[in-house]
């Protein structure tokens, strides 16, 4: 081998020049270091593979974990997002003018949808149409706003002090429950016919629901993010801010849709019973006039009206806000 051989002549005598093949021994054991063999060609392998291997395992995981969103052209999201409800309402339209024609219901009773577009319409030409939108949704607006800081202090204090929890908990689950209905007249009786009366049905039927959602996700925190936050002297406002609020994002983000839509329909509950001439007309309002008139094509506009907010704040507001939750999560991710 040719390491014996120079091992063999560097062991002679300086004088000495090698005049012809080494007499040396052939030594065929290998070195410790010798990388030959199938044991050493087995090891170096798996050493060259392992890390491969490794990530592509962890890619795998985080595939399997991951809700993965493919990223494509705008033109087809949007009409992939928009077709299947458009199916929808067209398939809703279809059935109602097939109940107008076959009159299962007299027409002054079941309009068709020509009639009822015809009368929003008129509101439209009116100039008025976009006035009782805007009084609800402002109204709506202010007392979940309210709603969001009293809620928010009520459900950390819940959370986090247990006797408080003890005594007060099963109370805002029982009024997470009961109707905002309920609340108009003893408002009434409290504040009169103004807007107060509003706003308090609005509060009480909104802060439950925020309050208990908070709760829920502070439930759902994982000790160990307490823990971390408090060694690193995340304490008092500074933890509740950097540490609990975050952790209880999700808990919280579905307290808040729900504390809108009991808003939304406390506000509408207000609005159909308190009706007077200095407190604007909104959208409640509207469709207790209709009522009055026995106008349906009146009340199902307003209907339809009431409707149309609603999913419109669900869609521009909340629904944005969630897929931003999920994605910084790793629940929902672009690719």
Known sequence: MASTETTSAAAGSPGDAPTGPSTAPDTDTPDAD??????????????????????????????????????????????????????????????????????????????????????????????????????????????????????????????????????????????????????????IIWFGLSDATIYAVVLL??????????????????????????????????????VLLPAALPGYLAGLKQGWAFSWRSLMAAELIVNAPDLGTGLGQLLEQGRELQDMSWVLSAILLILIVGIGIELLIFAPIERRVLRSRGLLVKS
Do not use: C, M
């Open 34 to 187: 010798d990388a030959s063999g199938p044991e050493a060609a087995t090891r170096t392998g798996t050493e060259a593979a392992a890390p491969g291997d490794l990530a592509g395992l962890e890619a795998g995981l985080d595939a399997l974990d991951s809700t993965v969103v493919a990223r494509q052209p705008w033109l087809r999201t949007a009409l992939s997002k928009a077709f299947p409800p458009l199916i929808a309402i067209v398939i809703v339209l279809g059935l109602w003018q097939l109940a107008y024609h076959f009159q299962l219901k007299p027409h002054y009773l079941l309009p068709s949808p020509l009639d009822v577009f015809r009368s929003l319409q008129q509101k439209w030409l009116e100039g008025t149409l976009l006035s009782f939108v805007w009084t609800s949704v402002s109204r709506g607006a202010l007392g979940f706003v309210a709603s969001v800081a009293i809620g928010t202090v009520l459900g950390l204090i819940v959370a986090r002090v247990r006797p408080v929890r003890a005594a007060i908990g099963p109370i805002l689950s029982g009024l997470q429950s009961l109707p905002s209905v309920a609340w108009v007249p003893a408002a």
């Open 205 to 242: 039927g909104a802060v439950p629901s925020i309050a208990n959602g908070l709760v829920s996700g502070v439930d759902q925190i994982s000790p160990l993010y307490l823990r971390a936050g408090r060694s690193i002297g995340a304490t008092g406002l500074t933890g509740v801010r950097h």
